[in-house]
C-alpha cells in the first residue's frame, strides 16, 4: 500500500561528481524551501553505501548524474530499480546528456524522470526546481507500519 507524499519538506541524495554543479542543484533545490535536507554523494558506490547504511536516513528522492567515476548512474540506476528495498525511492536524472540513447536508456532502467542540464544559469536553476515540482506531483512511498 502506499500513500502520498506530504506537502512538507523532503529529503534528497544528490549524486553529482562534480563539485560546482553539485552546489549550484543544492543551492536551486534549497532556495524554494521545499527541501529538508541534501546529502550529496560522489559516485553510484557511495550512493549505495549511503542507502544501506543503518546510520542515515533514507532519502524521499534521488537525483542521479550519469557520468561518474566507479559506478556510473546509470549502473547505479539499473541496481536501485532491482533492489526491493529501494527501488520505490522515486529517481531523477540530472545530466548534461541530453543524447537520445541515454534517455531512453534512463527510462528502460525505470528512471522516474529526465532533465538536461542547462549550461545557463538561470536556466540551470529552472531545471533543477522542475525536478520539485515532479516530486510533488508523482512521489509516493510506502505506507508507514
Known amino acids: 500500500m502506499t500513500t502520498s507524499v506530504p506537502?512538507?519538506?523532503y529529503r534528497v541524495l544528490l549524486v553529482e561528481d562534480d563539485a560546482a554543479d553539485a552546489m549550484l542543484i543544492e543551492d536551486a533545490l534549497l532556495d524554494g524551501g521545499a527541501v529538508r535536507s541534501i546529502s550529496?554523494?560522489?559516485?553510484?558506490i557511495a550512493a549505495l553505501d549511503h542507502l544501506r547504511s543503518q546510520d542515515?536516513?533514507?532519502p524521499d528522492l534521488i537525483v542521479l548524474d550519469l557520468n561518474m567515476p566507479r559506478m556510473s548512474g546509470t549502473e547505479l540506476l539499473s541496481v536501485l530499480k532491482n533492489d526491493?528495498?529501494?527501488k520505490t525511492i522515486p529517481v531523477v536524472v540530472?545530466?548534461?546528456?541530453?543524447?537520445p540513447d541515454d534517455v531512453s536508456s534512463a527510462y528502460r532502467r525505470h528512471a522516474n524522470a529526465y532533465v538536461t542540464k542547462p549550461v545557463n544559469l538561470d536556466d540551470f536553476t529552472r531545471a533543477v526546481r522542475s525536478i520539485e515540482s515532479f516530486y510533488?506531483?508523482?512521489?509516493?512511498?510506502p505506507a508507514s507500519d
Not at 136 to 141: D, L, P, Q, S
Open 7 to 9: 506537502a512538507g519538506p
Open 40 to 44: 550529496q554523494v560522489p559516485d553510484g
Open 56 to 58: 542515515e536516513i533514507r
Open 84 to 86: 526491493e528495498d529501494l
Open 94 to 99: 540530472l545530466t548534461t546528456s541530453a543524447a
Open 136 to 141: 510533488r506531483e508523482t512521489a509516493v512511498r
